[in-house]
């Protein structure tokens, strides 16, 4: 098991306006790169998809919220998050 302070980037790419907030499956990027797909129940406005995300990880793999930072893609589909390593393994297969 990985140290608690040892973290892990995850890409994800999410689809707002979804129904409900839900896993997607997965995709790669251009590069080959494994990149989650998200479904979210927000609007991509005012941060709100930016938000349900962070809510909807945290729930789903039973993570603090303040363990899970957003990096990159604050205004865009594709988005990178950082979590703690030890999370990693709770993502769907």
């Known amino acids: 098991m990985a140290a608690s302070n ?6 994800v790419r999410v689809t ?3 129904k409900k907030s839900a ?3 997965w995709t790669a990027d251009e590069k080959g790169r494994p990149v989650l797909l998200v479904k979210l129940a ?7 998809a930016n938000t349900e995300l962070i809510s909807f990880l945290a729930d789903e793999l039973d993570c603090p ?10 205004s865009s589909r594709q ?3 950082e979590l703690p390593a030890a999370f990693m393994d709770r993502l769907p297969k």
Not at 42 to 48: E, F, M, N, Q, Y
Not at 65 to 74: E, F, V
């Open 6 to 11: 040892d973290r892990a980037p995850l890409a």
């Open 16 to 18: 707002p306006n979804a």
């Open 23 to 25: 896993f997607a499956g």
């Open 42 to 48: 927000a609007p991509p406005v005012d941060g709100k």
């Open 65 to 74: 919220k303040g363990q899970i930072t957003l990096l990159r893609g604050t």
């Open 79 to 81: 988005k990178t998050v």
